[in-house]
């Protein structure tokens, strides 16, 4: 009996996704919850597992495929579970059908590792590999229990799947280049003379001692290592989730009137109270006490003062919104990505931090769902965290402002008259200036700063 396994929900208003990755081939046997193969959305990636035991017997939609909600992705077959399959399982070795070519059940093996490797990472109690890093490991068939993790989650990523791949090539090359050059250096150094004119070069292909062969071409050829290598290129398909964020950019940039305005602020008080407070709030609460509680209280301070900036415009009418649902910009392995932190009002500092250190780990993992990605009504970035001390961040669509925060660095300013060096930070407000005139963005901004500046504030007005 073949039992139709299909597409998912896969969460309000999403009604497609994209073949991702595979973890069965056909005709191997598969357990009930059994992970079979992994989608992607927009936002999240979801994965199908198996609701019966069986073995996969045709895979209908192949990697990198569109499919629907409710089409058909694969047909699992109850009756084909048997002695044979048990058998096979007993041994160690993938079952195949009869259909199944010789080549492919030599190929199956090689295979193995990858799906050995990630059962272990998931046993160890380490994080599985990232989706991507997983799919450009089939491709090119490694072992990802071979491939060291750069992440201090111990997460195998893209780039170290890549950079293990790179210097597997550099060690065969390696490993070719002194076979050929000491050859090429000896056989110029040792062969004789002859009257013609030319050399006699001797090859390791002479079974004879002092048998010798005239060259066809110059005695003297370049070594190996003179030869410019060509230029390396890679094709790699982009995940949905990198799609929809260039496409959500660009309508952003081509649907709203966007302009940035800039300021910069004394981080002197808030690197103060952190110091301050630092052990007895992680003691107390179980979280570190970070900038991102403070920035949002003080944007929720702000935006009561300057509604417009807590809209949205639909149409005709100017939407504005009288809650503060904060979305905080994660970066993933997969792209940037946006969960919402609800109600940051009434939020105390310790809930906020512990609330977007939670999002961000569930964002790494892929574990968000479309629920956390909704309904924001603002939205801080902070491209410090990767060093940057200036830029101008895109309006996260249909919202009309954004903040970008930045690296904090010491440098001389003019505070009464004396100049001194202080921690500064410059910050970036970019709006939709078809809701938000050039006035209020500034004004904005400069509220954010004086209640960064002045952190006892934020108790009463974020």
Known sequence: MAIDIRVPTLGESVVEATVARWYKHEGEQVRQGEVLAELETDKVSVEVTAEHDGVLAEILKREGEDVAVGEVLARLAEAAVGEGMSAASAAGEAPTSREVPAQTRQEQPAIQPGSAASSSRLADGQRPPSPLARRIAAEYNIDLS??????????????????????????????????????SAQSAATAPSRGDGTTATATPAVPAAGERTAAAGPALEPPPLLISEPRREERIRLSRRRLTIAQRLVEAQHTAAMLTTFNEVDM??????????????????????????????????????????????QGRELLVKHYYDIGIAVSTDEGLVVPVVRDADRKSFAEIEREIAELARRARNNELTLTDLQGGTFTITNGGVFGSLLSTPILNGPQVGILGMHKVQ??????DGQVVVRPMMYVALSYD????????????????KELLEDPERLLLEG
């Open 410 to 415: 010491e440098r001389p300013v003019v505070v």
């Open 146 to 183: 071979q491939v060291r993790s750069s992440s201090p989650h111990g997460r195998v990523t893209k780039d170290d799947v890549l950079q293990y791949l790179e210097q597997q090539q550099a060690l065969q090359q390696g490993q070719g280049q002194p076979q050929g050059q000491p050859q």
């Open 433 to 448: 200036h078809r809701v938000v005139d050039g006035r209020e963005a500034v004004q904005f901004l400069v509220r954010v």
């Open 268 to 313: 002197s008080a808030i690197l103060a109270v952190r110091a301050r407070h630092r052990e007895e709030f992680k003691q107390r609460y179980g979280i570190s006490l970070g900038f991102m509680s403070f920035f949002t209280k003080a944007v929720v301070g702000a935006l009561k003062a300057f509604p417009y900036l807590n809209a949205e415009l």
